[in-house]
Structure formats: structure tokens, C-alpha cells
């Protein structure tokens, strides 16, 4: 039975029939009845229609119903009927989205095209429903339409658009096809959408015709379209015409046309477009006017008003941006306010008002360095990033933002975190899909700008060229005529300055010049943007000056500089680095006159540096990031002026200025450990003692912050190198000054910083179980090859566990009263190395320090010897090697063994006095370059057979006077985390040959092992048995390690040291990592196991120290190559000693080391060959307390 369609033209019944009385006549109704459908139908129709007027949602879920079970009971309905219940349907989904309602009603409009494509008759109502199922498919009240639903609504779109109907009906379908295709457009990416809803928008103007009452909203409606398409392939023709139209619509409009406010809004965007790419300043302000005025015509507390609003924000940063008037961001930030106090708590446009104050926040606190407003806008950021998904396409462009504001952060309070995050936002950013072309390069400059102060914080050469890649990207994919054209080139050229500074390429200098001059005449560009770039076109004139000696590019440099500072408003938050850079330029320039012999001249720039940075000081207001350079230059200037005019500044005046940059704290770390050591030697050279003392503490104490333990270990390897010769003159003259228990607490502190930071990061995720942990605690034993990719995550991944863990990885300097009131037993001997002399510190229990001068062992003696025992190692071989180059080598070692007793052996003893005839035990704890020699073997050798057999009165022996072991802190570690149950522990024998270099002692020296060690169970992993993964597996579980085998090491990569294994290298890392909480003693018997770097010889990267920090605390190890012959020797007087007393090894086995090498040294076989017994050393990581026995493993041995 049909359904019969509603009379357009009958009147309504509501006023002769009441709907509830149709209600009850169509319940009363049999359905067999030939007249229930129609009565069904009129109830139905008079419930609507009071739903229509009263809004009553119960009505039209009646009509609903009621309509449903009619069309449900007609098994071949009409699509007349089936598009009347989709209507109801679809207002219901208006009201309250539902899943149920959206499927219902996609199926009632499907099922009515069936019905009208089965009898195509009514075009025009095929076309309606063609045109509601469009609008029902992009409906979002659900979430967003899938890809599938968008790609069918503009089918049906078409279909609409094709079909019959007055210009009203068509001009709908088309404007229902138009929102599909911009919506496909948006979901896509795909140009072709966004054409075609040009056309179709287009046509819908051309069916209404000009003089239509909607013709103005739907010109409006086209306008963003063509600013799109502008922005997305560079068609300035496309903006040209909607400049056109927009101008057009603002003259014909009349004020009170309800379209009104939507031509503004629309307008304003198109000249913000056309502003952007003309850099035209008269069209920004316009827009802004336009917005205004579309915020005052807006219905109060609406969406329309609050999107007027943030657009207003939006232009007032982009106006303050350009013109910098304050006005601006007063007028943005209350316009973003009160949008947000109009919009909810959520969707696009609140995070559209966060994101648009937040930039006005940001610019504020540039403005006037309020803190405040950098953390509200930062909060803000992340809170617009929230709100928009993974996805989202203006997700990028919060995260851009917020990754600057970070960047801020990092600059305002050197806190390395933010500046982590920030390139973690960049990155972020720039993975994600971007249609407009122009933001691209931006993204890429944003990271490359982040990665370059990450490069001046940390010195990692990898950071500096991945910036230096994403900045040359930035600039080819910028083309020159785009305002960003500038900003990008000139962050080119900065990275360009840094790469010469770095490796003094002159190529990268002279581009440097060349692009900066470029930017510098760049058109269309605000006077701070010019002034920016002509600081940086003087700083490199200046730096290409002073390399080449000219004075006329140091003269133009500053003809720059002071532009740079002239282009500023007073004020401005630029002008204090801008006046220093200034300063420091003519500082510079007096420094070449009186080189030239132009002492007037000189004078003059001095006396010109001099005042300019003391005008910068009072510029920088409170900001330390601007006090920094401003105060660095002023102590220059100063400085400078004492050397022309000697007395001309009171000393006085020098240390306040540079003790006020020394007590900078919001500043990075190495600029706090630069501005450090120099208030310490300004201290020194006009000899105020307290002053120094309190500079070169303030140094020591920020060598763990400098090098950051989330930092990598080749970083933090060549901070410590750099600032070495510092810290060693710290010790240096705090024994000068009378403070020998400072020197030793500094001393303990800036020694083995890797190995102690390793050791905590252990220790502490054994304690927390935090696998974030790990990326730490393996940082040693990271490759150093692999892909980039990987290399940069596992650092993000360092550096992410280090923010995490903050202040539970520091290592405060310990106390020197801590070290006053140690017991322990025999004298600890610390060496610290002097430029002109050096000097042994004697530490007994109960005894105030003996300061033992060795003015033999100078720095550069020093260096000498440790060059030669290096030249002389390597001048042995194997067994058919040259004689005559063996015998050389030999003397080369005798030489340096001859000249450690002379320089540093025969002082001490001498010190130390009548021993009672007791051999005293020295616990010798070397600084720098003493850690590169044995001391323990310091004497004057017999060389020949005959000679060791004679024993002639000439020859003499550090071993003959006293025990020597060598300690890597003097201060005993806690002893948290040992085991205190009872062992049973086992000897984890190593033993691993070489067909290219075979060993022909090993087997022997495993047999002396099982024989000496009846009572202790052996562990054997001999050659294809050990293995890497067996290592890892083993030597946690063991009480007693050997290893047996080759040593390796590589002076290229400093970590790439170890001992060989049956499939690969057992690596420093692996080693520490192994950790063994029973672990006692180790015995590594392999090649310069205890051999340290020469760069880095207070980091003591060899596999003994390792061994301490795997947790074993005392080690057997070997500074040079050693003879594996008498391996077997040296085996067997420790392990009888330690089956004899195995809870005594602190005891014992430092003098049955002595025993052995003492057989071997003065046997005349093994005697002339020092490579025999020299090498053998004992290694504790403390000294052994009177009261406590041995500390647990601490940082390895020096």
C-alpha cells in the first residue's frame, strides 16, 4: 500500500483538528483498516508541525515513531515518504547526535534515490535527497567523517548538483557539493578538491545572481577558498581576484545586510594574505580594522564574535611583529582573553585563543623580559597542543610555537630540558603532512635554530651539522622573494660562523659574509629584522679583521654594529647585546692599533669600549642572558685598559665585574665554568687568595654540570678534556694557599667524573628499577657507529632519562673536613702536576698534610715522559720482532723508570722520613699525566743479566722502600649495595687466544690457577666458550674474575676498549655494566688493562676501572704490554694467597703481587725485561679504612 505524500498546498489542521486528537483517532485506528497510513500520516505531520513550533523534542520523537511504523508496514514506501522521515531523522540528529539516528537516516535517503531512480519522474526530489544525504555525510556532530563518507557525499553532491530544481534548490545542492569537496579537500590534501570547490562556489554565485539578498555571504564564502589555493601553489592571481571581490563586497554591502560580518571576517583574511606577501604594513592594518569591526557587529557571546576575537589577536601579533608599537599587544591579549571567556574548554577554536595569546604573551615578554608572561604562554601552548589531535593540521603549528617558547625557556634559565623538548617538538612538527608550502622551511629553521644552541651548550659536532643541513634546506626551499627569504639566510649564516669557528674552513666565512650581506639588503624588512642582521654581517667582518690583521673590516665592522644598536628603540630588549657586541669591537680594534704602534688610537677605542659596555649593562635591566656578554665584555674592556695604561682601573673594579658575571645562575653551565676560572685568575693575578679560592670552588663544583650526565660519553669526554688544565691548576693552588684537604676533596671530585656517573646511574636503577634508566647506564657501552637515526635517538633517549632523574644524579664536591677526619691505614699520596713544579701531597691518619714539592716533574716533563714510555711501548713486538728495536724500547721504559725515581719517587720518601725499617704501604692517587706512568715501579734498574744477578750498591727500587697500590678516590664510597650474606662465590676464569698473536702461556696459567685455588670453585670459559652473551651472563655471578687474554685499546675511540672475546669485543661499557654485587676481586691479566688516555688521563678509561665499577674493589691490572710468561708467576702468588685467606684480599693480595713482581724484577732472566714485572699494579678504589675493611668499588682506578 502506498504511503500518501503530504498536499504542499492543503493548510495546515492544527487550527481545526488538534494534534493530540489526531493522535488518538490514528491509535484508535485498526491497522487493517484501509485508513490507518493516512491517519498515521496526519498525526505524524500535526506532531511535527508542533515540534517545528514549540521545539518540544518529545514531538518529534513521536512523529518520528509514529512515521517509522507507517513506512516499516508499506513494504514498497515512496521516496517521497522515505525523504520526509530522513528530514525528521536528520533534525533529530541536529538536537542529538546519534550513531543510530546518523545510519538511520543515510538509509532512509539511500533507500528513497532506489525508489526515485526506479521511477525517475520527480527530478527535483531526487535531487533533495541527493542533496541531504551530502549535507548528513559531512555532518562532525559525531567525530570526523571518514575519507569513504567524504568521497560519497560529494558523489551525491554531483548527483544534486546535476538535477532539475529553481536557482534556490540548485544553488543549494551546489553549495552542498562545495562543502564536500572543501571537505575532501582538507581530509586529503588533494588540490583537485579544493579547484573544484572553487567552481562549484563559483556557480553557486552565478545562479543566485549578483543581486540575490545571499549573494554577499556566498562571495564571502569563496574568498577563503582563493586564499587557499594561493597559499598552496603560489598562484598570486587566484589572491588578486579575491582582492577583487573583497574590495567589491565592502563597498556594496550595506552596513546592516546580515552577511555583514562574515564579508569583514573574510575580507580581513584575504589583505592578511596580501599583507604577508607584499610585506604591506597599511594592508595588516586594515585587516585588523575590518576585524574590529566584525567582533562589534557580532551577536555578543557568540562563536561569531569569539572567532573575530582571535583573529584580532591573531593580526595584533603579526602588526606588533611588524611595527613593534606596545599598543598592539595590549589590544591582542585582551582580544585573546575574551574569546577564550566566550568558547568552552575545549575544540579548535579554544586552542585557536590559547595558541593566538600565547603569542602575544610570548612577544610581551620579550618586550619587557617579564618571566611571567614566557610561562603563562608556554602553558597555554601546551594546552592548545592538547586539544588538537595527531592529525589535526594546525597540530604542527602549536608544536612549532611551543617548541620556541621552550627554546625561551632555555635561554632565559639555561635549563637543558626545555631545550630538549623544544627540538623533540621541531622534529615532531616537521613529520607531519603540510600543504602550505611557506611552512616547510620554516619548521626546518625553527630546528636548525634549536640544534645550534644545543651545539654551543653541549659542543657535539653532530648537532651543529644536522643544523647547518636543516638551515641549508630552510633557504633553498625558501624562495627569495618570500619575507622568510631573510630570517632563513641569516640563520645560515650563523651556522656557517660556527662551522668556521670550529674548523677555521675559510670558505664557511667568506659565505658567511656573502649571505649575510645579502639578508642585510634585503627589501621590505622592520628596522629590528636589519638591525639583527647587520650585528651578525659586523661580528664576522670582525672575526675575518682580526684573523687577517685588517683594521678597515674591523672599522666597517663596526660601522654595522653601531647601526645595528642606532635601528633599535630605546628600550628595546635587543639593545644591551647589541651595545656590547659594539664594545667589544672597538676593544678588538684598540688591541690591533697598539699592535700597529697606533698608541693613540688605542687609547681612544679603549676608553670608547669601556663606556659602550657600561651603557649595556644598565640596558640588560635584570636579564642575565643579556648581563652575560655585557659583563664578559666590560672585564675585556677593563682589563685591556690596565695593560695600555698599567693602574688606570682599580683591580677592584675588574674582580666586582667579573665576580657579579661569575654569580650568573640562569645561564648555561659552561659559561658559568668559563666565567668562573676567569674571576679565579683575575683573583690570582692581583693575589687576593680568598677571592680565587671561592672562584676556583665555584669551578670545581660545576665540572658535573658542564659535563651533564645526559649528555653522550664522547661529549662529556671532551668537555672534561677541555676544561682539564683548569681543574688541575685549582688543585694546584689550593695547596698554594695553605687548603691541602680542599685540594684533595676537588681533586676526588674532578677525576673519574664518567665512571661516577656511570656508577650512580647503576646504582640508582638497581634501587628504582627504571628501565628509562637504561639508555644511561648503557651510555658507555653505546656504539659509536651505527646510523645516524640511531645515534640521535638513543641521545634523546639519554638526555630525556637525565631530565627525568634531575637532581638525584648530581655529585656534589665532597667536604674537605670529610677527608680530615679519615682512618686509614699506610700514607696516601696525591700527585698533582704543576706548570713549573709539581707537588705530592702526603696523607696520613691523624697527621695535617706534608706538601712535598717536585720541581723535576714539571707539566711539560711530565708530558715528555709519559710521550716516550708511549713511544717505547709501541716499540715492542712479538717474538720476531727487531732485536735491536726491542732493546731500544727496553731502554726507553728503563729511562722513564730511572726519572719517576728521580722526579717523583726519591722526594716522597725523603718526606716521609725513618721508617722504622718497615716497609710503609702508599696509596698513590695520581692527578693528569701522573696516572700515565708506574710510579710503582719508579727506580734505578739494573739492564743486563749480570747486573740483576750482582745487584750493584748504584741500583735502587721504589718496591725495595715501600708496598705501592693505587687508589681512584681517596675519600671511601658508601658501602650501599654490597652483600652481606655468606658466599660461596666462585673464580669466573676468562681465557681467550689469538691465531694472529698466539699465547703460548695460557694453559699454564689456568693450571697455576686450579692448583693454587683447592678450595675455591673455578668457572673456566676458554676461547669459543667466551662468548659475549656467556660474559654478560657470568660475571655478574661471580666472586673472583680472570681474564686472560688480549688487551685491546684504540686512541680513536677511547671507548672502544676491552679485552678480546670468541665473537667480538667485551667493551669498558660491557664490563661496567656486568655488575656483580659479591664481586671482590678481579685479575686482568691481559695487555694495558690500567693504561689510561693521554687526552683524558683523569678518566682513567681502561678495563680496571671498569672492573671497579662492576663491583669489584680491588684489581690486579697492567700499565704497559706485558710478557704472558710471567702471567703464570704472578697467577700463582695471588691465588695461593687467596685460597689461604680469601676474606682478607685487601691485605693479602697486595703484597702477593709484591712477591711476584719482586721474584720476576730481580730474577736475571726475567729482570732485564721490564714488560716482565713493571706492568703489574694493585688498584683499589680506596684506601682500606683502620676500622671498616674495604669500601664498596667506587669510580675507577687513575
Known sequence: MDIPEPDADAEATDDTVDADDLVSIADATDPADPSWLGCQWDASDALHERYLSGRDPADLDAAIRRWHSAVDADPTPSAGALFLLASMVSDRLDLTPSVADREDCVSLLERAIAAEDADPSDGVQAAACHSTLTDVL??????????????????????????????????????????????????????????????????????????????????????????????????????????????????????????????????????????????????????????????????????????????????????????????????GVQAGKRALRILGKRGPNRAAALMATANL???????????????????????????????DPSRASYLTSLGVMRSDLYDEFADRAQLDLAISHHREALEASEAIRQRVPERQHDLSTALLARYKDAGNDDDLAEAVDWAESA??????????????????????????????????????????????????????????????????????????????????????????????????PDRAPRISNHADALRRRSVMHHELGNRPEAHRDCLRAVARCTEAIEAAGNSEARLLPTLDNLAEALRWRNVLAPGAVDPAEILAVQQRAA????????????????????????????????????????TTEVAWIGLSVPERLELLQQMNSTLQHALTFAVSVGQPWTAVAWADHVRSVVWRQDLAVSSLGRHLDDPGLLTLSNSLSTPSDGADVDKRLRREQARLAAHDQGESLNSPVPSPTDYAAMSFEGVVILLIPGEDASRALLLREGVEPTVVTLPLASQDQ???????????????????????RERTATHGVFDCLDWLWEAVAAPV???????????????????????????????????????????????????????????????????????????????????????????????????????????????????????????????????????AGHGVRSDEDLLRAGFSVADGLFTLGDLAAAHSDDGELAVLLTCDSARGARGLPNESLHTAAAAHNAGFPDVVATMMP?????????????????????DEIARTIPHALDEAVSALRLDPATGPDPLSWAPYAHYAAAPPSQHHGRPSPGPGPS
Not at 708530558?863 to 735491536?884: N, R
Not at 706485558?1122 to 680469601?1142: C, F, H, I, M, W
Open 138 to 331: 559531512l555532518s562532525d556532530s559525531l567525530g570526523e567523517p571518514s575519507v569513504e563518507d567524504l568521497q560519497r557525499a560529494v558523489h551525491h553532491g554531483r548527483l544534486a548538483a546535476a538535477g532539475p530544481g529553481d536557482p534556490e534548490e540548485r544553488a543549494r545542492c551546489f553549495y552542498s557539493l562545495t562543502a564536500a569537496l572543501i571537505a575532501l579537500h582538507q581530509a586529503t590534501g588533494d588540490l583537485q578538491h579544493l579547484r573544484q570547490a572553487i567552481v562549484e562556489q563559483r556557480a553557486v554565485l552565478s545562479i543566485i545572481g549578483a543581486e540575490h539578498p545571499d549573494a554577499p555571504g556566498v562571495a564571502a564564502d569563496l574568498l577563503p577558498l582563493l586564499v587557499r589555493w594561493t597559499q598552496l601553489t603560489d598562484d598570486e592571481s587566484t589572491l588578486g581576484e579575491a582582492e577583487d571581490i573583497a574590495t567589491g563586497l565592502l563597498a556594496d554591502t550595506a552596513i546592516d545586510h546580515p552577511d555583514r560580518p562574515f564579508v569583514l571576517t573574510n575580507s580581513a583574511k584575504v589583505f592578511v594574505e596580501c599583507a604577508h606577501r607584499r610585506n604591506d604594513i597599511g594592508l595588516l592594518t586594515t585587516a585588523l580594522g575590518l576585524y574590529r569591526d566584525g567582533a562589534r557587529l557580532a551577536e555578543p557571546g557568540t562563536a561569531s564574535r569569539a572567532l573575530d576575537l582571535i583573529n584580532i589577536a591573531t593580526t595584533c601579533h603579526e602588526a606588533y611583529d611588524r611595527l613593534g608599537e606596545e599598543e598592539y599587544l595590549t589590544e
Open 361 to 391: 604573551l610570548r612577544d610581551r615578554f620579550l618586550l619587557r623580559g617579564r618571566r611571567k608572561d614566557l610561562t603563562r604562554a608556554v602553558r597555554m601552548t601546551q594546552k592548545a597542543v592538547s586539544l588538537a589531535p595527531v592529525g
Open 475 to 572: 633557504v633553498i626551499a625558501t624562495e627569495p622573494h618570500w619575507t622568510t627569504w631573510p630570517v632563513h639566510a641569516n640563520n645560515l649564516g650563523n651556522l656557517l660562523m660556527e662551522r668556521y669557528e670550529l674548523f677555521r674552513e675559510r670558505d664557511d666565512l667568506e659565505r658567511a659574509i656573502s649571505t649575510y650581506e645579502q639578508v642585510v639588503a634585503a627589501p621590505r624588512q622592520t628596522p629590528w629584522e636589519v638591525s639583527s642582521y647587520a650585528t651578525n654581517l659586523g661580528l664576522a667582518l670582525e672575526s675575518r679583521g682580526v684573523t687577517d690583521g685588517r683594521v678597515e673590516d674591523v672599522t666597517e665592522a663596526l660601522t654595522h654594529l653601531e647601526r645595528s644598536v642606532a635601528l633599535l628603540p630605546a628600550g628595546h
Open 663 to 702: 654569580a650568573l645562575t640562569m645561564i648555561p653551565a659552561a659559561d658559568r665554568f668559563r666565567q668562573a676560572v676567569r674571576w679565579a685568575e683575575d683573583a690570582e693575578r692581583y693575589a687576593v687568595p680568598d677571592d680565587a679560592l671561592r672562584a676556583y670552588a665555584l669551578a670545581v663544583g660545576l
Open 862 to 884: 711530565l708530558d715528555a715522559q709519559a710521550a716516550s714510555l708511549l713511544k717505547a711501548i709501541e716499540g715492542f713486538g712479538d717474538d720476531t720482532s727487531d732485536p735491536l
Open 909 to 1043: 720518601l725523603a718526606a716521609l722520613g725513618d721508617t722504622g725499617g718497615e716497609r710503609p704501604h702508599l696509596w698513590w692517587s695520581p692527578v693528569g699525566s701522573f696516572a700515565l706512568l708506574p710510579i710503582h715501579a719508579a727506580g734505578r734498574h739494573p739492564r743486563t743479566s749480570p747486573h740483576v744477578k750482582a745487584r750493584p750498591t748504584w741500583a735502587v727500587a721504589l718496591q725495595d722502600r715501600a708496598l705501592s697500590s693505587y687508589v681512584s678516590s681517596v675519600l671511601p664510597l658508601s658501602p650501599e649495595g654490597r652483600s652481606t650474606e655468606e658466599r660461596d662465590g666462585h673464580l669466573l676464569y676468562v681465557s681467550v687466544d689469538s691465531p694472529k698473536a698466539p699465547l703460548v702461556h695460557l694453559e699454564p696459567e689456568l693450571a697455576a690457577a686450579r692448583q693454587s685455588l683447592p678450595n675455591i670453585p673455578i668457572t673456566a670459559l676458554n676461547d669459543t666458550d667466551a662468548t659475549l652473551a656467556a660474559l654478560h651472563s657470568a660475571v655478574p655471578r661471580c666472586r673472583f674474575l680472570h681474564i
Open 1122 to 1142: 706485558v710478557r704472558d710468561t710471567s702471567a703464570v708467576v704472578v697467577a700463582k702468588s695471588l691465588y695461593t694467597a687467596l685460597n689461604a685467606e680469601p
